[in-house]
């Protein structure tokens, strides 16, 4: 049976996942900067005093929001080390195309510029979405597929970085006939 | 002797300096979503009215005050693609981490995502930065010292890629032993 205690803490959750739903909207929609506590107070009718009795600062909100914008790719197993980078690559190129978070992370690198705790979470973001690329390599390096003296954070830099570049940069088109020059540049 | 039409016009441009100069300040301290009109109006003592008189909008505005963020490095001539590179890269590096375009440049990522003017100024921006090193490797191959066939498009974002990588998402050193592993796995 609920009793009051319970009945409150439903309308808690409620009431943030409607502050949640729409900060995360505007994020889409507008970049972090776009975010406006007011307008996200306004839009889900839940109080400013309650929403930052929830969220301490505006930062620690966005996190939260930001923390929708998708996960990291499974860990690939092709059997070498090239067929496991293509299938990254390829997803990777996919989603700077397709995937909300392709639009909205050049507001939070911004953000990141000048604020500490958004900060913060990029490099979480960042070491998340780069694990996949960091197992494959060594586990590449483990079976001698590549000296184990090969530095791994300069791959990863090698293989994503272009990829970053032309989305962001140049805005280019990231192709298959890219792909595969990049896996040819980068892994020997 | 000036008369009264030249001093409108010195009032006129010093008008315009100041507001830009405000501008850019807000700019280099904030990024694109930190500049406010109403404080850049505020702060030079110019009335809205004016500052919309010059510039059409906002981002005309903003356009203006970007273009003041650096010029594009000189082409290098050390007699091989490797020294141009590296003479490139080495300057890249270094204003990665000292210029205030630095820092500036995300809010333009970010704003070019919604705005077609900025989209606009940015994609001249990008152009006129990567114009010596399509520079240094036209010339490698006009000399044969890299295959006709290569895309230049995709050397560029295999040299570039890897530092704007490390500054804005993995924020990571670009020292000069990174500087030769990108020249070494990138130009061959």
Chains 1, 2 share one sequence.
Not at 10 to 21: H, N, T
Request: glycine fraction near 4%; hydrophobic fraction near 40%.
């Amino acid at each position: 049976m609920a009793g009051p205690i319970q009945i409150a803490d439903k309308r808690v959750e409620r009431s943030k996942a409607q502050v949640l739903a729409e900060t995360y909207r505007q994020l889409v929609q507008s970049g972090i900067s776009g975010v406006s506590i007011d307008e996200v107070s306004r839009v889900s009718g839940i109080s400013k005093t309650t929403i930052y009795r929830h969220w301490p600062s505006r930062s620690a909100l966005l996190i939260d929001a930001c923390s929708r914008l998708g996960s990291a790719p499974d860990v690939p197993d092709t059997g070498s080390l090239r067929g496991d980078v293509r299938a990254l690559l390829a997803r990777l190129s996919d989603q700077l195309q397709t995937a909300n978070w392709s639009s909205v992370y050049p507001s939070i690198i911004d953000a990141a510029e000048r604020d500490p705790e958004i900060n913060a979470m990029q490099a979480a973001l960042h070491k998340a979405f780069m694990a996949p690329f960091d197992a494959v390599i060594e586990r590449a390096k483990a079976k001698g597929e590549i000296p184990s003296d090969h530095v791994t954070t300069d791959l990863i830099a090698t293989l994503v970085g272009p990829f970053f570049f032309r989305r962001w940069f140049s805005k280019e088109e990231t192709d298959e006939r890219f792909i595969n020059a990049i896996i040819e540049s980068a892994v020997r």
